[in-house]
């Protein structure tokens, strides 16, 4: 095998799906740093690349087997390549990924990762670990991350819901919790280290326990952290939000006001069949309560179309929820059919022209929505943390509203994770634009 100065092979980490997949993977790069192993940069001059993939839809599947297409060319050029595939599609498709791709070295699932650093020194020609593993498992690592401000935390890996569409209780096993002591000692390390911004991960936050602590619990300690400024969370599901949560999310300085709040359809008897426990009407009750308590809640969701059963009237209803409850943003998507799934035998399935048609139907109405809800902000004063330079333009820079809206404004001066006073002026396609402002001269008046 190659090696870097370090003596050991260096190592390029490609990730696909989720927050949670991109948390592993910079989980991923502390555990091989710690173990001696050097980054790579760029991935054609490393020697191993590991593929963190994601199996939700088949899009999904579908590009990481075009990506191995491309590095099975890569590693043709050099003996000494090897390629390791990780995450949902490795634990889902296991050992038969090598029939489809033969370039692949090694196939690790989301619990196997403490075995990689064994894994790229050893010679093994079929290394396969798909084992689920009941305890929690990656306490104690330090992950590598890309940005020096803002973190993401996993709190629980793994669910046990079963929706009756998803993978991902297959590809990531029961929901384990991580202890609070874990959790709260990573993230006082991570404000002591400068970052201001955290994010706390899981399928469902809300399920979250520790003894007696609950998910309002550890936002409330998290919060209390010294240091930090904004304290976020992904995902909640209806059924299983608190009105704790939203006094925690009310009462709490830190606590971002902001839902990510999957609905999925807003028609009841689908929502029956994707086996989601909640209703219609429970579902406007959440967010009603939420946004009497937060005027400013940013509030987003998913949305599917295209369910098995689905019929124009249950999709009429899905517009009209979108209307009535007026999301930030809505991630939509049309169903995609996952084998092993309790609606893969579901036998009214949507023909894909009308899945297709639909969704380009809900996304131009959610576009309308979202462009009425960012031009309410208009005239606002509100306090940003900025990230980082425009792409497009760097005499200006981009950052966040608390209640998680992307702001341009002018450079100057602007750190990452530093708070900015902006008076929100207009919009620019769907993302708003303003200027820095003294919050002193404004009266001291800023909101959410
Ligand atoms: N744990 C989160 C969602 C994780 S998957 C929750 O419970 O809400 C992210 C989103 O992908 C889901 O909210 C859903 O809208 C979508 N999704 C999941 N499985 C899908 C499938 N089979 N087809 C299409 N979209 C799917
Ligand atoms: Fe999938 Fe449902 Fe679990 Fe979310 S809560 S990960 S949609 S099974
Ligand atoms: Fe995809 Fe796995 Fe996340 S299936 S969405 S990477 S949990």
């Known amino acids: 095998m190659e090696a870097s100065l370090s003596g050991r ?48 839809r088949e899009h999904a599947e579908r590009r990481v087997l075009g990506r191995l ?140 326990r520790d003894g007696d602590m609950d998910f309002a619990d550890l936002l409330r300690r998290t919060a209390a952290v010294n240091g930090l400024l904004r304290v976020r969370f992904m995902t909640s599901h209806p059924k299983d939000l608190t009105e704790r949560l939203l006094d925690a999310m009310a009462e709490t300085q830190a606590v971002c006001p902001h839902l990510h709040l999957p609905v999925q359809s807003g028609s009841d008897r689908i929502l029956e069949r994707m086996n989601r426990k909640y209703d219609r009407k429970r579902y406007m009750e959440i967010v009603r309560s939420a946004r009497e308590r937060m005027p400013h809640l940013g509030l987003t969701t998913d949305i599917m179309v295209g369910f098995p059963g689905e019929t124009e009237a249950d999709f009429e209803l899905t517009l009209d929820l979108l209307e009535t409850v007026r999301f930030d943003d809505a991630y939509t998507y049309a169903y995609s059919p996952r084998s092993g799934t309790a609606a893969a035998g579901f036998e009214d399935a949507v023909p894909e022209d009308v899945r297709f048609r639909r969704l380009a139907g809900l996304i131009e109405r959610q576009r309308a929505v979202t462009l009425q809800t960012r031009k309410e902000w208009i005239g606002r004063t509100t306090e940003i943390l900025a990230e980082r330079p425009s792409p497009r333009d760097p005499d200006e820079w981009l950052g966040r509203t608390a209640s998680g809206l992307t702001v341009v404004f002018p450079a100057g001066g602007a750190a990452p994770g530093v708070p900015v006073v902006i008076r929100i002026e207009g919009v620019r396609g769907l993302t708003l634009y303003g200027r820095t402002v003294d919050p002193i001269d404004n009266g001291g008046s800023v909101c959410g």
């Open 9 to 56: 092979p260096s190592i390029f980490i490609e990730t696909y799906g989720c927050q949670m997949n991109k948390n592993d993977s910079e989980l991923i790069r502390g555990l091989l740093n710690e173990s001696g192993y050097s980054l790579a940069e760029h991935w054609e001059s490393a020697d191993v690349v590991l593929v963190n993939t994601c199996s939700v």
């Open 69 to 208: 297409g491309v590095l099975a060319g890569w590693k043709r050029l050099s003996p000494n390549r090897r390629i390791g595939v990780l995450g949902c599609m490795a634990q889902r498709i296991g050992a038969s990924l090598r029939e489809l791709r033969p370039c692949v070295d090694f196939i690790v699932g989301p619990d196997g990762y403490r075995r990689l650093p064994e894994l790229i020194s050893g010679s093994s020609a079929s290394a396969v670990d798909t084992a689920f593993r009941p305890e929690e498992l990656y306490g104690g690592i330090r992950p590598m991350r890309d940005s020096g401000f803002s973190a993401w935390v996993t709190v629980s890996r793994g669910c046990v819901n079963f929706c009756s569409y998803c993978i991902v209780p297959y590809t990531r096993g029961a929901e384990r919790c991580r202890t609070a002591g874990d959790i709260l000692s990573e993230i006082e390390s991570l404000a002591v280290r400068g970052f201001r911004e955290i994010t706390l991960l899981g399928q469902n936050v809300n399920s979250w």
